[in-house]
T-cell receptor, first 111, second 116 residues
């Protein structure tokens, strides 16, 4: 069974400071990893997926298979980054792939 | 930009009553999902639906739950006899492909169900 762990429920940083949101997963095969973000009163939306290896809004995430981690990083946090961040894992199935979410980390970027 | 739409945004119901939560997925999407999030807890998978049938369901999705795509546009979640513990935010999601890395799940804004 797959599992995603986000050890920090709350994370608070100052504007301009680096930020790292931790995510660890357990799955014996090769999962796909995602970061979803939920801004205040908005829907869940995809931020990053490991397979595309891109940077979105200055955020990056590297899949470390040895440590089974997919931490989300940004070198200089902005106030508009304040949101709930969810790490999620998907396993490809022929009939569609469900997402397994972590508990989420509430990021607050202070001025 | 196309969006997944859910109605109602908030539903209050009495314990034991039936509720139907409605979703309109993005029109060319093929895979549909329901997730729920109990307050303070993680988002949990309930069920996936493809080709007019359930493709996967979680242990949460017991006989009290059912899904339907009655008319090719709506995707509904029915809870036959609601319990207090069914109170949660329910999210609908859809995607175009088989969940490969080049596709994403698009989520609706959620329906907050309160069972009293």
């Amino acid at each position: 069974a797959q599992r995603v762990t986000q050890p920090e429920k709350l994370l608070s940083v100052f504007k301009g400071a680096p930020v790292e949101l931790k995510c660890n997963y357990s799955y014996s095969g090769s999962p796909e990893l995602f970061w979803y973000v939920q801004y205040s009163r908005q829907r869940l939306q995809l931020l990053l997926r490991h397979i595309s290896r891109e940077s979105i809004k200055g955020f990056t995430a590297d899949l470390n298979k040895g440590e089974t981690s997919f931490h989300l990083k940004k070198p200089f946090a902005q106030e508009e980054d304040s949101a709930m961040y969810y790490c999620a894992l998907s396993v490809l199935k022929t009939s569609g792939s469900r997402l397994t979410f972590g508990e989420g980390t509430q990021l607050t970027v202070n001025p | 930009e196309p969006e997944v739409t859910q109605t109602p945004s908030h539903q209050v119901t009495q314990m034991g009553q039936e509720v139907i939560l409605r979703c309109v997925p993005i029109s060319n999407h093929l895979y549909f999902y329901w997730y729920r999030q109990i307050l303070g807890q993680k988002v949990e998978f309930l069920v996936s639906f493809y080709n007019n049938e359930i493709s996967e369901k979680s242990e949460i999705f017991d006989d009290q739950f059912s899904v339907e795509r009655p008319d090719g546009s709506n995707f509904t979640l029915k809870i036959r006899s609601t319990k207090l513990e069914d109170s949660a935010m329910y999210f609908c999601a859809s995607r175009t492909d088989r969940g490969r890395g080049d596709t994403e799940a698009f989520f609706g804004q959620g329906t907050r169900l309160t069972v009293v």
